[in-house]
């Protein structure tokens, strides 16, 4: 390859930015971008021209049209990933981010509703005092209030129950045993159908048990780790998204978008909605997030 050449070959990747992450979202083809220009094409058409098998149109879209999408999806995440950790200091604000309907697509949700189950399974309804802070469990209505970490009331509520779910457990598979060692002995179908019956709804409260005395300490922390490693990858790639390195974009995006679906109106040709699949957590669609109509 001479320079001519490498030269020619660096240019067109770069103004092509987004190439390899942009698919058509009717035929599922990649789009690639124009020589002539910085649209994608979907490829589809771009073969077979109109009298494709999937009905795709001329749909085409620049990255200025992409660029802003992206910044969107980069600042919204982020920023609900920093507001989901931020929780993590004071539980009255996990209590508070429940009612949020985006915050089920944030991976902390699940583990503080776990913490949240544990503690209002575990610990009386009304007023506890936890080093010296005032915490309030309402086991009604599953919320727990104060101004300490959720994972400090976890604690307690693991430390005071543990002993009991523990007991529970052994006492559970002793009448499992037991059951079990009867069931030989039984001669009729229909006494056997009944023991398993019996035997089946023990296997579930064991189960059960078995969960509520996994500690949860050690996976909240490994996925409240990864949420502030994404929301900090997520803050960096707005800014880099915002400038015009297209290389540098080019990398970051990858590092973090696995693809990015795009739709088009099939008549007018416009886009209407891109859907990105990130490499971590929930697919975003622009048009539910973001308003492209
Ligand atoms: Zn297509």
């Keep these: 390859m001479n320079d001519r050449e490498v030269h020619k070959k660096t240019n067109r990747g770069d103004a092509h930015w987004l ?22 094409i979907c490829k589809t058409y771009k073969v ?64 503080y509703m776990k913490m949240t189950d544990f503690i209002t399974a575990n610990l009386a309804q009304g007023i506890h005092y936890i080093d010296d802070s005032e915490v309030i469990i309402d086991q009604d209505t599953m919320d727990v209030y104060g101004e300490i970490t959720l994972e400090e ?37 229909m006494a056997r159908e009944r023991a398993d019956a019996e035997m089946g709804m023990i296997e579930v409260e064991i189960k059960k048990l078995k969960g509520q005395l996994e500690p949860l300490v050690e996976q909240y922390h490994e996925v409240l780790d990864e949420s502030k490693r994404l929301a900090a990858a997520y803050e960096s790639a707005l800014e880099t998204v915002k400038g015009n390195e297209n290389r540098r974009k080019g990398e970051v995006v990858r590092q973090l978008i696995d693809k990015m679906i795009c739709r088009f109106d099939d008549d007018s040709r416009e886009l209407i909605d891109v859907e990105i699949i990130p490499k971590t957590g929930h697919p975003w669609s622009s048009q539910r997030n973001y308003g492209t109509t």
């Design 153 to 189: 009331i976890y604690n307690e509520a693991y430390a005071s129950n543990a002993k009991m779910l523990q007991e529970k457990l052994a006492e559970k598979e002793a009448e499992f045993d037991r059951l079990f060692e009867r069931y030989k002995s039984l001669k009729t179908e």
């Design 48 to 111: 077979n021209g109109k009298k494709n098998e999937s009905g795709c149109q001329c749909f085409r879209v620049p990255n200025a049209e992409i660029e802003p999408i992206l910044e969107c999806y980069f600042e919204e995440v982020g920023h609900r990933l920093n507001v989901m950790v931020a929780a993590d200091q004071n539980s009255s604000l996990v209590h508070a981010l429940f009612t949020e309907s985006w915050m089920k697509e944030c991976e902390l949700h699940y583990v």
């Design 19 to 40: 190439s390899g992450l942009l698919y058509c979202g009717k035929c599922g083809e990649k789009m690639s971008g124009d020589k002539a220009c910085h649209d994608y």
